[in-house]
């Protein structure tokens, strides 16, 4: 009898498309309410009953989101899961590296993954970065949801940053946050749900030290992360 080969596992989506950014977002959302105090204001000032639009992930030259097109997007993830592996082992063997990224590289990446396709689309505008999140709380098994209400809601929200040369997870700054048309300070990487516990920037350091990242910047209209060799 032949024996039964199992095929192999499959390798993890990275920060970008595994939810690093719905969770940076999702936690805005929170810090938001324990400021305000008063949870069930989420319902109608931070969150919407309906979804914003998202633009469909493409590639260039593509007319249609078509079979191809799909394909392409599938082969353009795959390239970039190898770009963050890479930088993984260089950081792991003390080697200087650096690698980059484009809108449609993270864009790709986050459309392979059925549990980001179609909540976040990123654009990169010279050294200006913008992430548009449209994600419906269904898609969450949290404690509060159903007792508030919220399960029928989206989180809308856009994230614009800048990062010069020298930024890294410690220093990064948010040019520019909204949800659902509401503004936010831009130091809200460094505030704390109601006071206590971690801060974003926390869970930003952490998913930037899981692959070796020690600093990065976007210019001309990529993203590029690099490692130290230390």
């Known amino acids: 009898m032949n024996a039964r080969v199992e095929p192999p596992p499959k390798r993890g989506m990275g920060c970008f498309a595994n939810g690093c950014l719905i969770l940076i977002a999702f ?83 986050i459309a392979a993954n059925r549990k980001s396709r179609g909540t976040a689309f990123v654009r990169i505008d010279g050294n200006v970065g913008q992430v548009q999140l449209s994600i419906p709380l269904k898609r969450f098994d949290l404690p509060f949801r159903n007792a508030f209400g919220l399960g029928d809601r989206y989180l809308n929200a856009s994230v614009t940053m800048v990062a010069p040369p020298g930024t890294n997870a410690n220093n990064v700054q948010l040019s520019a946050v909204t949800i659902n048309g509401h503004s936010l300070p831009t130091g809200v990487l460094d505030w704390r749900l109601l006071g206590v516990g971690q801060s974003l920037r926390s869970y930003v350091t952490k998913y930037a030290s899981q692959y070796g990242v020690t600093g990065g910047e976007i210019s001309d209209g990529k993203v590029i992360l690099h490692t130290s060799g230390y």
């Open 27 to 109: 936690g805005i959302l929170l810090v938001a309410a324990g400021i305000g105090g008063i949870f069930l204001s989420l319902r109608h000032i931070y969150l919407s009953d309906k979804p914003a639009p998202i633009p469909e992930a493409s590639v260039p030259g593509a007319v249609t989101l078509g079979e191809a097109s799909a394909a392409t997007l599938s082969e353009t993830s795959v390239t970039v899961r190898e770009r963050l592996d890479t930088i993984k082992s260089s950081a792991r063997a003390h080697q200087q590296t650096g690698a980059e990224f484009t809108a449609g590289d993270i864009n790709a990446l």
